[in-house]
């Protein structure tokens, strides 16, 4: 509840209260045309950094690995963007700083610490990796690429079953299903 307080009444006070002041020191006009052209500014700015997140992750999935940082960045982005987009000094300053690649890669790596922290204080079982790898469920399409398990004596073994528990006595024709015999029935 705090934190939709600040957002919704706190917030908009103080970006008028600093609106207010700026248009009274540079003019209104000054003021409004400053304020279009940092949502201009930032709206090129979040065009160009998205692009460049986007294709980093793009490269890390190719190569197999899981963009953890990158979509943590892409979502600091979308945040910057909105609070660009949204009038008023304050939150353009926020917005700027969600944009410049040296914060936005500090406040992303802060939000990956943040989770894997979260994850291991609840005593639940949690996995994050950003740098790939199995992981906890084995072989998998984000992870590195590892021969399957082989048995004690390195060997993998191959082969067809039969299940022996079933109840009728006739051996499916290849080809049939269990469906098809029971319609001939």
């Known amino acids: 509840m705090p934190v939709f307080f600040f957002l919704f009444i706190v917030m908009p006070i103080a970006e008028l209260a600093v609106l207010i002041q700026v248009g009274s020191v540079i003019g209104v006009l000054n003021t409004v045309g400053l304020v279009f052209l940092t949502a201009v500014i930032g709206a090129w700015l979040l065009r160009q950094q998205g692009l460049a997140t986007l294709l980093r992750a793009n490269e890390r999935l190719n190569s197999g690995e899981l963009p953890a940082k990158e979509v943590a960045e892409g979502l600091i982005l979308a945040v910057g963007g909105a609070m660009l987009l949204t009038p008023g ?94 319609e001939k029935k």
């Open 89 to 182: 000094f304050i939150t353009d300053t926020f917005g700027f700083l969600c944009l410049l690649p040296g914060s936005r890669h500090w406040l992303a790596s802060q939000a990956l610490k943040r989770m894997t922290v979260a994850g291991q204080n609840h005593g639940r079982s949690f996995f994050f990796s950003a740098g790939g790898g199995a992981g906890p469920f084995g072989q998998g399409p984000f992870g590195q690429q590892r021969p399957f398990d082989r048995d004690a004596n390195g060997n993998i073994i191959e082969g067809e079953y039969q299940d022996q528990t079933r109840t009728d006595r006739g051996q499916l024709q290849q080809g049939q299903s269990d469906q098809d015999e029971q």
